[in-house]
């Protein structure tokens, strides 16, 4: 929810479809939505982002990155569910 004014408006990359669902916890403790802040890294040229549920860094298929502004400096934002895996990732704002 912290960002979702941003990626709220973010598109699948090829697509008009919604990137992304603001992951937050329903009232009966159940989690939806696909999407939230994550730790990334940048290996030899390629992206990695942290899934929590998963506990593992996945490498992020170029495919599924969005060239958007990212509000944060610090993380990336990974889009992911069990069924489709990555649907899209922004990486943190490097400044670049």
């Known amino acids: 929810m912290r960002w979702h004014y941003y990626y709220q ?3 699948q990359p090829g697509t008009d479809s919604s990137c992304c669902n603001a ?3 329903s009232p009966g403790g159940q989690e939806i939505g ?3 802040p994550t730790e990334a890294k940048l290996r030899q040229g390629e992206w990695y982002a942290w899934e929590r549920h998963t506990q593992r860094w996945l490498k992020v298929p170029d495919a599924k990155i969005i060239r958007e502004r990212n509000p944060s400096h610090e993380e990336g934002h990974l889009c992911w569910t ?3 895996g990555i649907v899209c990732f922004v990486p943190p704002d ?3």
């Open 94 to 96: 490097t400044g670049d």
């Open 23 to 25: 992951r937050e916890t």
């Open 9 to 11: 408006h973010w598109r």
């Open 82 to 84: 069990p069924s489709a």
């Open 34 to 36: 696909d999407c939230e």
